[in-house]
């Protein structure tokens, strides 16, 4: 059923869909009305036996979900910036114990300074976690990843909890039109969550327990190979949902026009359109440009990239985060998956705190590239001249 | 070699953690001198890890309680030393400690 909706709405309707048993949440800007929403339909009764609790942080929500889940419950979050680093602490622990918890996270800058816009510091911050991540472009993409996330966190070969980010304000407060999906359809793909470990008061167990340097290796070595393992799962799901669905948003990754192209630009999340189409406009002039929208970003795509990259001199890498001291995180990646190659990547780091990201701002950074005119590296595009001084 | 056994998430049964011998994490270990103790179970009560428990021994006239040390799971803090009012504890170093 297609309906103007905003994207607070397209998570949480596809989340009802999927029949969680527990939600928790804290409610941040831009993340809280997506919880809102899913508030009210429980309100409304409309989640059947789920239980929704409200935590008094995300400390506390991340917690309740790592307890829920260690009983064999399906359980969803949603948060963002500020509040996803207070979970860090508790979310580790849920990739450590193989907790399948699904979170939307609405894409946000990180202090200090304030801000409440978006760029993807904090789901960056976290990357390391033995958390999936992937990233949508649009309403559409997210609402069709919900069902998706749930197959793939709780896909006994992985066993990992997962995000699907979405970029905060220019997605979570857009009206896009969204098919909505139908609990039928939702219900043929997504089967109940069979927990291969659970926790009952009559067998207790302790997860995440205390583990020597005898044993502590081999543990954090299988949360690796978890997420090692998930690559075919996730492809597996993906390919799926596009049968099922009819909408195929690609693999780990989508190549367009790669083939022939001498410049090769990549994006993630809602920055995807615009490159996309300054990218077709090249072309239209003759540029031999190709584009890549990174869907997975943990585990990392990279044998895909290299692939696509193959016959390409230079790589353009759309950042919307910083690692203070090293290369942008997506940099990073793309480097060592094509460290065998002589390509020059450039790393134009845009949008941070919800600056904007123009047309014409994306052309002409794409266009030094091609030009010649900008130096391989990180550096930063749509920033002002500043002199920093004491108060 | 057979292959170790590691739990999916780390998840363990009740009273496992018994296996794990914590009691090798301690450079000092405390001795209870029988003669001196007076079985009044300060040390029992103060002891962090609930590693002391007075045990029934035979006395020169008549049967009295003493401290008794479960070196397992004694990490060797000396606060049982520290408390006991009649000099019954001393702190031993382990001998792979001794230089």
């Known amino acids: ?391 | 070699m057979e292959k170790l056994r590691i739990t999916l998430g780390a998840v363990s049964k009740p009273l496992e953690s018994l296996k794990i011998k914590t009691g090798d994490w301690g450079a000092e270990y405390p001795v209870i001198i029988e003669e001196n103790c007076k079985g009044c179970g300060d040390c029992v009560v103060y002891c962090p890890d609930l590693c002391i428990e007075l045990v029934e021994v035979n006395g020169e006239e008549k049967k009295k309680k003493v401290a008794k040390v479960n070196y397992d799971y004694c990490k060797g803090c000396g606060t049982c030393s520290v408390v006991c009012r009649h000099d019954a504890i001393k702190m031993e170093i382990k001998e792979i400690y001794r230089g």
């Open chain 1, 1 to 391: 059923m297609m309906k103007v909706v905003r994207g607070f709405y397209a998570v949480a309707y596809s989340v009802k869909l999927c029949k969680p048993d527990v939600i928790c949440a804290y409610p941040i800007t831009p993340q809280s009305e997506i919880v809102e929403n899913i508030a009210q339909m429980y309100a409304n009764g409309e989640l059947g036996n789920c239980e929704y609790i409200t935590a008094e942080s995300e400390f506390g929500a991340a917690s309740i979900l790592v307890g829920a889940s260690a009983t064999g419950a399906r359980t969803y979050t949603a948060t963002c910036s500020q509040g996803l680093i207070l979970m860090s602490e508790v979310l580790w622990n849920a990739a450590g114990m193989r907790l399948p918890i699904v979170m939307t996270i609405a894409n946000r800058s990180l202090s200090a300074p304030l801000s409440i816009w978006n760029d993807h510091q904090d789901s960056m911050a976290i990357r390391d976690a033995g958390i999936i991540q992937m990233y949508v472009e649009n309403n559409q993409e997210v609402h069709d990843m919900m069902p998706q996330a749930f197959k793939i966190a709780e896909n006994h070969k992985v066993m990992l909890p997962m995000m699907v980010c979405m970029d905060g304000y220019k997605l979570t407060h857009a009206y896009e039109p969204v098919d909505l999906l139908s609990q039928e359809i939702v219900d043929e793909f997504l089967p109940p969550y069979d927990p291969p470990v659970k926790m009952t008061t009559k067998e207790p167990y302790t997860f995440g327990s205390y583990a020597t340097p005898a044993t502590y290796m081999e543990f954090r070595a299988a949360v690796y190979n978890a997420m090692e393992r998930s690559r075919k799962v996730i492809e597996e799901v993906y390919k799926e949902w596009a049968e099922i669905s009819g909408r195929n948003w690609g693999g780990h990754i989508v190549a367009e026009n790669c083939e022939d192209a001498d410049v090769c630009v990549m994006a993630m999340g809602s920055l995807v359109g615009l490159v996309r189409e300054v990218v077709k406009e090249l072309r239209g002039e003759g540029k031999k440009v190709g584009f890549i929208k990174i869907r997975t970003f943990r585990p990392f795509p990279a044998e895909e990239i290299a692939k696509a990259v193959d016959n390409a001199q230079k790589v353009v890498v759309f950042e919307r985060s910083l690692s203070m001291g090293s290369d942008a995180p997506v940099t990073l990646d793309v480097k060592a998956a094509i460290h065998k190659k002589a390509i020059d990547v450039y790393s134009p780091v845009v949008g941070l705190g919800g600056r904007d990201v123009p047309h014409k701002l994306v052309k002409s950074t794409i266009e030094e590239v091609i030009e010649g005119k900008a130096k391989p590296g990180t550096y930063f595009k749509g920033l002002k001249d500043y002199e920093e001084v004491v108060v």
